[in-house]
Each structure stands twice: as structure tokens, then as C-alpha cells.
RNA sequence: GGGGAUGUGGUGAAAUUGGUAUACACGCUAGCCUUAGGAGCUAGUGGGGCAACCCGUGUAGGUUCGAGUCCUAUCAUCCCCACCA
């Protein structure tokens, strides 16, 4: 018998399906079509494992589908664009475009050695000028929409390089250039943007429509960042100033005690004083150098400087102080915030600090679960103390356990506010009635007022109990009184430790109160408004509707959506990428490349000067072109788009890759699109999937393509890591060499350990004796399929229990792929073997039709996942035509159906026993036949079964 | 601070979605194959107990005839976003 060999069989067959060409894709066959594909990888030149576990199971998948008669595509390209080239470039002396193409050359050897069954007729590079051209086109659909245009926006700079640096290069705690290490400044460039965020509110909505991980979707949800607010202006007196500001709070608009711009607000120059000015100017300089890590630790300590200018309120018509912080971002909103510092945590620290003023206008005020008002009673008003009375000599304090209605009610001391009584005298008075001591001190009072609905049967009303809460201390209990008795019979006075009293607390509203009384926060929930003119009583929803309806009417106030996503900058001041099709002529300005004139190639053979800018700036022969409007001298534009433009367009390209006419013919790409499933990682969950879902929208609205949403369904695959568990690198030494491991154990064992390791969404830990495991796995059937074919004789007394377990596993197998369940419908395949060997060992194995449809299925079953071996195995068992162009096995629901079952029998809730029964037995029956086993009727001991339950094919259920 | 995920043998994990917990694999143990093997085959492998049995899915409660699965609280680990007004 042939030992299987890997080394022999896996590059045989993959050069045998290259030239049958079995994988190529009929396009005109749309009507059963699959497209799956993995995300475009970056040629760096070096295939990880990190790519077998994408590029493996996705082609398990094109697999699986086309054996169940799908038409499918799956292919593969190069997202070839991007710093690295240029990084080598500068290291090496090597041309980008030669470094990128030699890398993808040495990555599609490795990529043949998966196996995958890709159709290369529809590859492609994105630095190829057949590809880019169409991004040129895209940008010049986009400019003619009026959605790519030109804007100042500020970038990192390095003064001595003379080049824009992206974030990462950008190093050090003291920002310095990664390259050169002089300190990094910001400074303005024009720049190009694409106009993504009209399209904010349909990538919303229309995530709703898609078969994405809801991980996925929310973070593209918290990143799009909708919220519902209003935009307010205040105006600057003795001035025509107006600022806007956007608030999702407009209900506290009368606890707006001062406002705060952003440093960079274009008003602060125009409004700052004289007097302030200095102190401002600096506070911009500084906070224009501040680091990450600074601006992270701005969230304990906040800064800011103030203007010497105010603002009216528009809705108390008060003048409020115009600070500046950076706090505020001027990129989200107006750059403009009104600052109410009762209610907003940034706001409050902000004021705490400064020493500016805090006015509380919301008041928290919920029923009282403890005891709710009655629907019956009517409301009544009723201002209260709770006091915490500390007895200093035990550091106790003191509760109160209530009585007769209320028994089970703990609270502190407490009681109502007398007209013409301040809180503190009601307090100091009700610790004397109810714990009979007279010489308390207040130490302590509550900056909020805070409010809870309850019953008070006794009166017949329900309250509305507005509280002041207050610490009274005592220094010891010497001249406590006896506790008269008419309020002993309304409740106990106990003393209790400090960790203690929150637990014995009952009510909601009790707890708020002594929460707020050692850790006063502000109050960020919604409430009641309180000290708000004519809307205080109403609730904070009621209000923020009102208000802003009265504000508009002023023409000072208007509902506004703001979102956190912003336009799209696609410029980079980079050479490799594609260049943007632009021309900037003296008379004419700026003026599209007509695109007849497509592409604008970009020149392959450049010089890297040191200066680090990029080399197309050097270069007459690119920059000097003459006006498409005048004929006139004219330039080029030098940035470059971003990568994510490449990718953001590609598998629709993949669908007509060699189209010289178009993007891509529309009708086709309408045929084959939305995508069936996407597999890939989740670090593109943002930007990557939400580009092309913007593009695609583009495309939808202007270009005839009749689907919004570009990939049907989406998988993340997890994250594979070192032996160690942690992140492979080669610094930690623990990488995992692909290539290694294809010359150990074969490309199929490999492919097959990556899926049977864990959930595929999951990932982990790779374990370097785990793909021995795997490597059995194929050779056990290997050698099983020897001895069948060296077998001798027709027939196998175990035919029968052959076909039935064999029909088992293709049921699991098919269910399990379907939701790539990987792991566990490879667990299943090696239960048949496992099955088999024993029946082998039993009745010795023959060339019985039992046999030949065991291990055929088996393969075939087995073929998505090792497409080498079983290719081998299925022509050894005699086919002269591929296995991956087959049919998938069907099961046959009465073979898997077993005869007898077993079922488990449990006396209480604990199994005792097990029946065997017949597989169609009655409930009847069933509860019959498990109260005469012999050990249940043991263990019910002729007590009386009071419950029977039968849970068909599972088990008894006998309640004694 | 906000959001999300995950806790099951020595290890990776499974459990038909409320129905016999630990499938499958790694590792380990023993035996077999007369060659010292990174080979193969067979058997065993959650803990405790001589046993009948008892205990067991991070911890503590709850619902249920029955809970890894549902509910409440809590602890731990990991990830993402993060001064978004």
C-alpha cells in the first residue's frame, strides 16, 4: 500500500485543477450563483497563518457550495497600494512598484500552496493602471455629484522631512517624526474629501438589512454616532455675534451658568479681550502640542482659559462667561457647547474647577418602588429632609426601621419642612422627635435637591417629596432621651456602621441620597425641570420639546440630527497610490481631468529624495500638464488617494476584471451582487466596510447598480495567536511558520487543524501538537481506503449499520458546514472513522457496497475541507472526473432514524437509569416501562409517582 | 466612563437551544506489535469513595419535574470605543 504523501499529492493536483480549469466561473449563470471571497490581502510578501485561516475556510465554503450545485466565483487580488512599498523604497533602494510586484509574486506561489479553488481569470492588483483608472473614475463621478471636494484640514507635519506624517508615524511621548526625530507641528493643507456623511443616515438605517455579526453592526452604529438634538443661538451682546451650539439637552437650557468653545473656534480670536488675551493665546499655543496622552489625562484634570467675553442666555436672558477648553471638539457640533454644569459630568468638573457657577434645573424624581403612589390619591407637594445622623464616639449612623404600613421600609431620619423652616432646622428638629437628641450639628448639605414619588395612606394622598439631603452629627449618645412612645410605635431607631447603611436602605431614593451626600456627581439623568420659568414641573422629554419649539419661534433654536462621522479624507501627500485626477491651471482653477484622458498614469521610475516628500512633486513630466479648459499651463495634482478607495470598489471589479470599457458592466455586476458572504477580519469592521458601503450607495444612486448593500452576509474569523496565547510576533519569537508546517504535515492537515481547532469567529491559541491530531485523521482514512481497495469479497454482514451511521454523519456534516460549524462537522467525519475502524475490527472490512458508500461519502464529505487527499482518494476509488465538481451527499431521514433508543430515566431530577426502548414507543408506555426497571422501582419504593413526564426520544421524568 | 464578549476536565473544546454535562481532538497512563521510534493498534482517563453512591459547567441566589443553557446579584478575564455636548 502507497503511504500518503502530502508533498507528492498536493502540488499534482493543484497543477492538474490549474490546467483543467475546473474552478473557472461561467458568468452568464447567475441564476444559482455564489460569490464568496476573503478580504483583500496586503502583498507584503509573506503569507501567515493569519491568511490560511481566512483564505482556508472561505474556499471550504466556495467548496461546499459548488458541490451543492451553486455557481460559484471565488478569487483573490492585491491591495498593492500604500506605505510599505515607500518604506521599503527609502530602506532599500527598491522601486515600489518593482518591491510590490515581486511581493505578489512570491505571495501567489504561497497562496497555490492552500489549494483554494480561485478563478485567476478575475484577479487583479489595485497598482495596476487597469485598475486605478477606474478609481480616477470614480472620483470624478463623485466630484461631478458635488461629493469630492476640496477642504483645508490640519494633518502632522515634520518641518524637516517636509512631509505629512500619518498618525503612526508620528512616535514618542513628545510627538516627534518616526523618521528623523524632529518634533512633529500641525499645520493646514488643502486636502480632498469624499462627502460620505450624506449617506450617514441610510448606512444606518440599512444595517438593519444586512447578515452581519451584530458586533459589527454597532460599531459601525457608534462610529456613524447619530444623535437627536437641537442647534441654540446665543448672542454676544453689543456685538452681531452669534454662537451656535448643539445640545442633545435643551431641557437644561436654564442651567446653562456659562458656554465653551473649542480652541480652534474661528469666533474666540474676534471675541477674546484684550484684557484675556494673552492668558488665551497661550492656552491655544499649548493645547495645540499636546499628546494623546495629555489630552487622555485632560479627562481627570480639565484646563481652559477664560475669553472675558459673555453671552445671553436666550432662555434666562442672563450673560454667561465665554471660556475656551479643549474639552470641546471642534470637530463634533457647532465647536460650541453650552455648559451646564448640574448636569453634565465635563461640565461639572470644568466648573468645580474654575469656580464657576452650578445651577441645578433637573430634579431625579422616581416613583417609589418601595412604596408607590395609588392611582386614587392626589398629588401634594411636600419639601423633606433625610438626614444621616452620626454618632461620632461609635462612628454609627442612624436608620430607621418602619412600622405597621410601612414595615419592611428603612430609611434615615426624616421628616417635612415646616413653612418659614430652613432644611436645617427641619432636620435638627426631626433628629429631636424621632431620636429624642438635642445637641446635633449640621455638617453637611446636598448641592441637589432630588425628588421620589410615594403613598401616604394615613393622609390619603400620594407625595411628591422634594429632599434636601444633610449630615447632622452627634458627639455621643450621653443626652439621647428616652424616645417617646408615640414614635417608637412608628418605627426603631438603629445605629448602623457606614459600609452598612446602603444595604439596609430601602428605598431608591434613599440610596441616591446617601450616594450623593460622599460622592456628589452631577445628575446626567433625566428628571423633572425645576428653577426653569414657565417649564419647571414639566419632565425633561416634555421640555426639550417645548423649549426648543419656543426658542424657534425667536428663530434662536432648531432640531437638529448631528453625527460623529465625518467626510472622508481620501488625500495622501504620498506617492504610491493612485493619483488623484485633478489639475490646477492659473486662469481656470481647479478642473477635473476630462476622462477621456484616463488614466492618469502614475510614472513607476522615481527618485526618493530625502527632503521625504513625494517624488511626484519632483517630477516636470508628471506635474506639468497643460489646462483642459484653456490649454494653458497647468498642474497636476501630487496627493494621492487613499488605499481605502481601492477597496472600497474591488469585488465588483473582481466580477469583470479585464473590462477595458467601464468599471465594469452593469448588468453583470447586477446579476452577481450582493455578495454572498465575506469573510475576513474585524479590524476592518469600520472604515473598509463602511467605505464600501458608501460606494456601493454611490453607485446605486448614479451608475444603475439596483442593490444598497454590498455583502449579503458577513463572517469575522477570529484571531489566531502564538503557542503562548499571545499575539504572534517576530519579536516575541513566537510566530507560527506556515510554510513549516505545510512541509510537516501537508497543506490539507493544516487547512483541516485551523477549522477543527475552535469556532472559526472565535480563534486562539495554536497549538503545535494539536495538527498532529489532524494529520492522524487523514492518514487513518488514507489507510482505510488501501485496505478496502486490496480487500477481497462482496459482501459485509455490516452493511446495514455501515449505511446508517455514514447517512448520520452526512446530516451533521451538511448542517454543521452550513453554519461553519467547521470544528464540530470535522469532529463528526472523525467519528465515522472512528466507527468504521470498529466495525473493521469486528467484521474485517470487503469490497461490500456498504464500504464503497461509507468511504466515497466520506470523501466527498471530507473534500471542501482537505481538497488534495480527497482528490487523490477519490480517483484511487475509481472517478475519473474531479470530487470538488460532485455531487454533495444527501441523507436519507428513515436510514439515520434509529430502531431503538435509549432513554434516560430520572427519578427527581436525577438520572437513575436508562431504557431501551423502541425508538416509536407511547408516552404510555414509556413511563410504564421506566417505573418497572428494576432500579427505579428501587428507587421510588412504592411511593406515589405524584408527575410523569415523557420527553419523546430523550428521557422519563418521575416526580416522587 | 460607555458598549460588547467570554468563564465547562491537565489542554483546545462539544452539548440537537430547557432534557443523560464533558462529543471530537491534544496530552497523559497501561498493554500489544521482539528492533532504543516525534510510527501504528487496543484499552483507560472530571473529582471523591472498597462499594451502593456522593460532588461537579467562575461564585451566590432564584424559576422549573429538570438549568452549562433562562432570571437576579457578584467576581474574573479579554476586546472595542472613549471629553461626541
Known amino acids: ?56 475556510p472561505t474556499d471550504t465554503v466556495a467548496r461546499f457550495r459548488r458541490m451543492l450545485g451553486n455557481n460559484v466565483l471565488t478569487t483573490i487580488g492585491f491591495d498593492a497600494f500604500g506605505l510599505p512599498a515607500e518604506n521599503a523604497a527609502i530602506k532599500r533602494g527598491i522601486q515600489p512598484a518593482k518591491w510590490t510586484y515581486s511581493n505578489i509574486d512570491s505571495m501567489k506561489r504561497q497562496i497555490a500552496q492552500i489549494g483554494a479553488s480561485y478563478d485567476w481569470d478575475h484577479t487583479l492588483a489595485t497598482c495596476q493602471p487597469d485598475f486605478y483608472r477606474w478609481n480616477q473614475w470614480l472620483f470624478l463621478r463623485l466630484y461631478e455629484k458635488g461629493l469630492a471636494y476640496r477642504a483645508k484640514r490640519v494633518v502632522n507635519w515634520c518641518p524637516k522631512d517636509q512631509t505629512v506624517l500619518a498618525n503612526e508615524q508620528v512616535v514618542g511621548e513628545d510627538n516627534v517624526c518616526e523618521r528623523c ?49 437641537a442647534l441654540i443661538k446665543f448672542r454676544v451682546p453689543d456685538t452681531r455675534h452669534q454662537i451656535e451650539v448643539f445640545t442633545t439637552r435643551p431641557d437644561t437650557i436654564y442651567g446653562a451658568t456659562y458656554m465653551v468653545l473649542a480652541p480652534e473656534h474661528p469666533l474666540v480670536k474676534v471675541i477674546t479681550t484684550d484684557e484675556c488675551r494673552p492668558r488665551v493665546e497661550q492656552y491655544i499655543e499649548e493645547t ?152 446635633a450639628k449640621i455638617t453637611k448639605k446636598l448641592a441637589w435637591v432630588t425628588g421620589a414619588r410615594y403613598c401616604a395612606s394615613h393622609k390619603q394622598q400620594n407625595r411628591k417629596a422634594v429632599a434636601y439631603g444633610l449630615v447632622a452629627e452627634v458627639e455621643n449618645l450621653d443626652n439621647q432621651a428616652e424616645i417617646a412612645a408615640s414614635e417608637k410605635k412608628l418605627h426603631t431607631l438603629v445605629w448602623v456602621d457606614k459600609k452598612e447603611v446602603l444595604d439596609r436602605l430601602t428605598p431608591e431614593h434613599q440610596k441616591l441620597v446617601w450616594n450623593q451626600l460622599w460622592d456628589e456627581t452631577s445628575l446626567d439623568d433625566e428628571g423633572e425641570l425645576i428653577d ?41 501627500q504620498r506617492y504610491w497610490g493612485t493619483p488623484i485626477p485633478i489639475i490646477y491651471c492659473e486662469k481656470c482653477g481647479i478642473r477635473p481631468v476630462p476622462e477621456a484622458d484616463l488614466p492618469v498614469i502614475l510614472p513607476e521610475d522615481v527618485e526618493f529624495e530625502l527632503s521625504g516628500q513625494s517624488p511626484l512633486t519632483h517630477r516636470p513630466d508628471f506635474v506639468n500638464t497643460s489646462c483642459p479648459e484653456c490649454g494653458g499651463p497647468a498642474k497636476r495634482e501630487t496627493d494621492t488617494m487613499d488605499t481605502f478607495v481601492d477597496s472600497s470598489w474591488y469585488f465588483l471589479r473582481y466580477l469583470d476584471a479585464k473590462n ?80 513549516e508546517q505545510v512541509n510537516s504535515y501537508g497543506a490539507d492537515s493544516l487547512r483541516l487543524y485551523l477549522m477543527f481547532m ?115 482518494i477519490w480517483e484511487s476509488l475509481g472517478h475519473d472526473s474531479s470530487i470538488h465538481i460532485s455531487n454533495w451527499p444527501l441523507w436519507d431521514d428513515k436510514l439515520v432514524a434509529e430502531e431503538v433508543i435509549t432513554l434516560a430515566v430520572q427519578v427527581n431530577g436525577k438520572v437513575r437509569s436508562e431504557i431501551v426502548v423502541a425508538a416509536d414507543i407511547t408516552e404510555e408506555d414509556a413511563i410504564a416501562a421506566a417505573k418497572s426497571d428494576e432500579k427505579i422501582a428501587t428507587q421510588i419504593a412504592g411511593r406515589p409517582v405524584k408527575k410523569a413526564i415523557y420527553v419523546p426520544g430523550r428521557l422519563v421524568s418521575l416526580v416522587i
Not at 488643502?190 to 438593519?208: G, H, N, S
Not at 447586477?670 to 464600501?692: C, F, K, S, T, V
Open 1 to 56: 500500500m502507497r503511504r500518503y504523501n502530502p508533498k507528492e499529492i498536493e502540488p499534482k493536483w493543484q497543477q492538474v485543477w490549474a490546467e483543467s480549469g475546473i474552478y473557472k466561473t461561467d458568468m452568464s449563470r447567475t441564476a444559482d450563483k455564489f460569490y464568496v471571497i476573503p478580504m483583500l490581502p496586503y502583498p507584503s510578501g509573506d503569507l501567515h497563518i493569519g491568511h490560511w485561516y481566512n483564505f482556508g
Open 758 to 872: 475552535g469556532p472559526y469567529e472565535q480563534g486562539g491559541p495554536y497549538d503545535m501538537s494539536g495538527i498532529a491530531g489532524s494529520r492522524r485523521f487523514l492518514d487513518r482514512l488514507w489507510v482505510l481506503v488501501g485496505e478496502f481497495l486490496e480487500a477481497e469479497g462482496p459482501n459485509n454482514s455490516k452493511d446495514l449499520e455501515i449505511a446508517a451511521t455514514t447517512h448520520k454523519a452526512i446530516k451533521k456534516v451538511s448542517r454543521d458546514l452550513g453554519q461553519l460549524g467547521f470544528n464540530t462537522a470535522i469532529a463528526a467525519m472523525m467519528s465515522l472513522v472512528n466507527e468504521l475502524y470498529k466495525i473493521k475490527a469486528e467484521t474485517g472490512i470487503s469490497q461490500s457496497t456498504g464500504w464503497r458508500f461509507a468511504l466515497e461519502t466520506l470523501t466527498q464529505l471530507l473534500a471542501p475541507f482537505a481538497p488534495h487527499i480527497t482528490e487523490e
Open 288 to 439: 495645540s502640542h499636546k499628546t494623546e496622552l495629555e489630552r487622555k489625562e485632560g479627562e481627570k484634570h480639565k484646563t481652559g482659559s477664560f475669553t472675558g467675553a459673555y453671552v445671553l442666555n436666550p432662555a434666562t436672558k442672563e450673560k454667561i462667561p465665554i471660556w475656551i477648553a479643549d474639552y470641546v471638539l471642534f470637530s463634533y457640533g457647532t465647536g460650541a457647547i453650552m455648559a451646564v454644569p448640574a448636569h453634565d459630568q465635563r461640565d461639572y468638573e470644568f466648573a468645580k474647577k474654575f469656580n464657576l457657577p452650578i445651577k441645578q434645573v433637573i430634579m431625579p424624581c422616581e416613583d417609589d418602588s418601595t412604596n408607590p403612589p395609588k392611582e386614587e390619591f392626589e398629588e401634594v407637594e411636600r419639601p423633606t429632609v433625610i438626614v444621616h445622623l452620626l454618632d461620632k464616639s461609635t462612628g454609627k449612623y442612624a436608620l430607621l426601621d418602619w412600622h405597621e404600613s410601612l414595615e419592611g421600609i428603612t430609611t434615615a431620619v426624616m421628616g417635612g419642612i415646616e413653612k418659614g423652616q430652613t432644611p436645617e432646622q427641619a432636620a435638627l428638629n426631626e433628629i429631636k422627635e424621632e431620636a429624642s437628641i438635642k445637641d
Open 532 to 572: 426653569s420659568g414657565k417649564y419647571t414641573g414639566l419632565s425633561s422629554a416634555e421640555a426639550r420639546d417645548k423649549i426648543v419649539a419656543d426658542l424657534a419661534k425667536e428663530d434662536v433654536a432648531k432640531e437638529q440630527v448631528n453625527y460623529k462621522l465625518r467626510d472622508w479624507l481620501i488625500s495622501r
Open 660 to 739: 477595458d470599457k467601464a468599471p465594469f458592466d452593469t448588468d453583470l455586476i447586477n446579476r452577481w451582487m450582493p455578495m454572498d458572504h465575506y469573510i475576513g477580519g474585524i479590524e476592518h469592521a469600520i472604515l473598509h466596510l463602511l467605505y464600501a458601503r458608501f460606494v456601493t450607495k454611490f453607485l446605486h444612486d448614479n451608475y444603475g447598480l439596483d442593490f444598497e448593500e454590498p455583502f449579503k452576509k458577513l463572517t469575522n474569523q477570529g484571531i489566531i495567536l502564538g503557542p503562548d496565547g499571545q499575539k504572534m510576533s517576530k519579536s516575541r519569537g513566537n510566530v507560527v511558520n506556515p510554510d
Open 181 to 229: 526625530g524632529t518634533p512633529v507641528i500641525q499645520k493646514e493643507l488643502e486636502q480632498w474629501f469624499f462627502k460620505i456623511t450624506d449617506y450617514a443616515e441610510r448606512l444606518l438605517d440599512d444595517l438593519e438589512t444586512v447578515e452581519w455579526p451584530q458586533k459589527v453592526k454597532t460599531m459601525q452604529v457608534n462610529w456613524i454616532g447619530k444623535s437627536q438634538g
